[in-house]
Structures are given as structure tokens and as C-alpha cells.
């Protein structure tokens, strides 16, 4: 049996063709069933697919048939031709298949190193396979011990530590600057996709005094309602500046929308109190010249930015200790792998020499019949036990020449002096 990855990532497959490629955890369980159901070439088979990466490991006998037969199969369930499938995708076998995913688990294979969220989607790909019993033997303990590579890299070294996103750099911030302010107020600005982010990630560093504002006010009151947060109206904003002690601005406005004199004003009411602005947004929200106010403190997108620079270089500096934990992990499950393919000898090799043992037993403890049961047992133990030893080495060099891949040459041999195959 060998392990087959086909893969389209953001290394090889433009983000169009990964959109239509794209499965969520329901309709990959689907696909999956299909696949196995319909292609006699796999055994097993799981679906990892995320917005980067949309990757099939299976198991087959047949590495170039199983390849042309899932890529057909793909070409037709997603309407694709499969010449584009072909041109972007990328493969990888047995140990290399084994690697790319503990890569993968631990972030290493991640558009942001050490992303965390990928050993989550790793382990529910594993969990809809395991529910169409799409998974089996094999990819189940390949699978696991990707996941436990990737928890070990993430627990062992900083490979996941200092965020490099954007909107949690801008909420850790506020964070850090109002550490010792008791039950701060942060005023949200934007009821997009980044303001939702930049509220949970204060709700998760216990801050909850929050109020979310947008010219659309509707949205910022649905928002706040999902979130379970406030929301005021539009025109309230100078009221809500003047008694927060931060304001994150994330709006998709082509322009900035706080001024100087505006602020100037707020600081004024606030009697110059210190205020924290951060501004995630790209066009930039708030007025460069604000920060020259007296106890205004703004941080903007590049500002932001060199921290994430710094944080990533920190991550990258794990690289080579997630790699010797990868090799290491990798190791094992080969070897594990490699074991399976004398399994069958061996099983073999000890069902005949039992056999023969069993049936001599029969013959002498029928001539033995003075004897007491507990005799009899002793003595059945007393050569099962040279069985055990007897095999010991045998079954031990044959694992070992598995891993060392010769296992075919060594297998046959003990197949042709024992009569193996005749059995």
C-alpha cells in the first residue's frame, strides 16, 4: 500500500481555482464517500481543505492510476477541466506525503508561519473522513501523529507565539496600554469583517466595555447584538471619544473620517485624559496629524506592521526546532508504516511453526496421559515459550529491514524457506 497526497495550495494553484476547489467539512465528508465508493483504487482517503489548500491523501496500490482516476473524478465533481487540475497541482508519496502534512500541522506550510488555526482544520478533515469511514488504519495513525507533531511544536518551541495578524497586534495593544485602567471602554469604529475580529479578540482578553459605531447604523447594531456588546448611533460618536479610553477604527471608507479639529475638540471635553487610537484600516481612518495632540497616542497600519515583522522574525527563528521535531515524529510513523508490510510474513511465519507445535503437542501429551493437567499445561506453556523465543530474532530483523526498505527481499526469503506461500 502507499500513501498518495494531490494537492493545490497557494504555492501551486491560483486563489480562483482554490475557491472552486474549496469544500467545507459537510460537503468533503460527501465527496469523500463518493470517492471511495466509486474509485476501487483507494482504501482510505482524507480532504484537508482550507481557504490556501484544498489536499487529498489517500491510500492506494496503484500511485499513477489512483492519480489519473481522482483527477478525473475531481474534473467532473467540481466542473474543472482536468488539464487545469493537472497543470496546478502537486504531488507527493509515501514519506513525503507523511512530511508535507506534519509541515502543514505545525504551520510551517501556513501563508502566515505558524498559523493555529490550521491544526484545528487538520483535525476535523480526520474527523469527517472518520465519520464516512473514508479513514482507516492507515491515515487514521498518520493523521494522529501529524496532529500530535503539530501540538508538539506549538507547546515545545514559540512557533505559534506573538500574533502576526494584524487586527489581534492592533487588540493586544490596547491591551498592553491599558493594563492598569480598571474596566476600560474601547470605542470599535466599522462593522466589517475586521471590526468583528478586533471585538472578539478584546472580549477574549476580558475587556467587554465595548461600543461599536458605523455610519450604517444598522450594522453596527446587528453586530453588536451577535457579539453581545453596545452600539450607539452615528451621531453619538464625539460623546462616546470622550469618555473612552481607546478607539479602534476599522472601516473600508476611502478616506479618513477623524480630523484634528474634531479630536482637538474630544480632547478638550476629556481635559487632555489619555486616548489610545489604533487604526487597522487601509485607506487610513484617522488623520496623521492627530498624534501631535497632546495625550493622543495613535498607532496606524505601519506601525502595526513592524511589530508583526518582529513577531514573525521571533517565529522564524523556530524553524529548525520544528523541523528536528517533524524528523523525529516522521521517523516514527515511517517505520510504523514500513512494519505493516511484513506483518504478513510474520503472522505467517507463526501461524506454521504453531501449527507444527500444536500438532506435535496433540501427538505427546496423548502418549503423556499419566500425566495431571498441570503438567500438561506446563508443558504446553514450556514450548509455546521456545516458539516466542525462537521467532524473536527473526520477527525483529524482518521489522528492521522494513525500515530500512529492503523488507520485499528479506520477506520472500522467509516465505521461500518456510513454504509460505503454499499455506
Known amino acids: 500500500m502507499n500513501i498518495l497526497l494531490i494537492g493545490f495550495n ?23 464517500a463518493e470517492l471511495i465508493y466509486q474509485l ?94 473514508a479513514s482507516g488504519k492507515i491515515l487514521n495513525r498518520v493523521f494522529t501523529d501529524a496532529l500530535h507533531t503539530g501540538k508538539r511544536a506549538r507547546t515545545e518551541t514559540s512557533i505559534s507565539e506573538q500574533s502576526t495578524s494584524v487586527s489581534h497586534v492592533a487588540v493586544l495593544k490596547v491591551v498592553e496600554s491599558l493594563a492598569e485602567v480598571d474596566n476600560p471602554r474601547v470605542v470599535v469604529v466599522g462593522a466589517g469583517e475586521m471590526a468583528k475580529i478586533c471585538v472578539r479578540a478584546l472580549i477574549h482578553h476580558d475587556i467587554t466595555n465595548i461600543c461599536i459605531m458605523n455610519r450604517t447604523s444598522e450594522r453596527s447594531r446587528i453586530l453588536a447584538a451577535e457579539l453581545g456588546v453596545m452600539s450607539h448611533q452615528w ?28 479630536i482637538q475638540a474630544v480632547m478638550q471635553d476629556r481635559d487632555h485624559r489619555a486616548l489610545l487610537m489604533v487604526d487597522v484600516a487601509v485607506p487610513r481612518d484617522i488623520e496623521p496629524t492627530i498624534d501631535a495632540l497632546h495625550g493622543v497616542n495613535v498607532f496606524d497600519i505601519d506601525d502595526l506592521q513592524q511589530v508583526i515583522d518582529g513577531n514573525l522574525a ?64 506446563a508443558i504446553e506453556k514450556f514450548a509455546h515459550r521456545i516458539v516466542n523465543k525462537v521467532l524473536h530474532d527473526p520477527t525483529t530483523n524482518l521489522r528492521e529491514h522494513a525500515i530500512q526498505d529492503d523488507s520485499e527481499n528479506y520477506s520472500q526469503v522467509v516465505r521461500d524457506l518456510f513454504a509460505l506461500d503454499n499455506l
Not at 238 to 256: M, S, Y
Request: a negative charge.
Open 314 to 377: 521571533q517565529r522564524q527563528t523556530c524553524i529548525p526546532q520544528v523541523h528536528s521535531i517533524i524528523e523525529l515524529e516522521l521517523d516514527k510513523c515511517t517505520a510504523w508504516l514500513a512494519g505493516l508490510k511484513v506483518v504478513p510474513v510474520i503472522r505467517g511465519l507463526r501461524e506454521k511453526v504453531m501449527a507444527v507445535v500444536e500438532e506435535e503437542l496433540v501427538t505427546v501429551l496423548n502418549r503423556l496421559d499419566h500425566l495431571s493437567v498441570e503438567d500438561h499445561e
Open 235 to 262: 451621531h453619538q460618536l464625539w460623546d462616546e471619544l470622550a469618555i473612552a479610553d481607546a478607539v479602534i477604527t476599522a472601516t473600508g471608507a476611502p478616506h479618513t473620517i477623524l480630523h484634528y479639529p474634531d
Open 10 to 32: 497557494y504555492h501551486h494553484t491560483p486563489v480562483d481555482i482554490r475557491e472552486q476547489l474549496f469544500v467545507d467539512d459537510t460537503q468533503a465528508a460527501a465527496l469523500l
Open 40 to 133: 476501487d483504487t483507494l482504501h482510505e482517503a482524507v480532504i484537508v481543505s482550507t481557504c490556501n489548500r484544498v489536499e487529498l491523501y489517500c491510500v492506494t496500490e496503484s500511485v499513477f492510476r489512483a492519480e489519473a482516476e481522482i483527477l478525473a473524478y475531481l474534473s467532473e465533481w467540481f466542473d474543472i477541466s482536468s488539464e487545469l487540475l493537472h497543470t496546478h497541482r502537486f504531488m507527493r508519496h509515501d514519506r513525503d506525503a507523511i512530511n508535507h502534512l506534519m509541515n502543514v500541522s505545525s504551520g510551517l506550510d501556513s501563508m502566515i508561519l505558524g498559523e493555529p488555526q490550521i491544526l484545528g482544520q487538520v483535525s476535523r478533515a480526520l474527523e469527517s473522513a472518520q465519520k464516512v469511514s
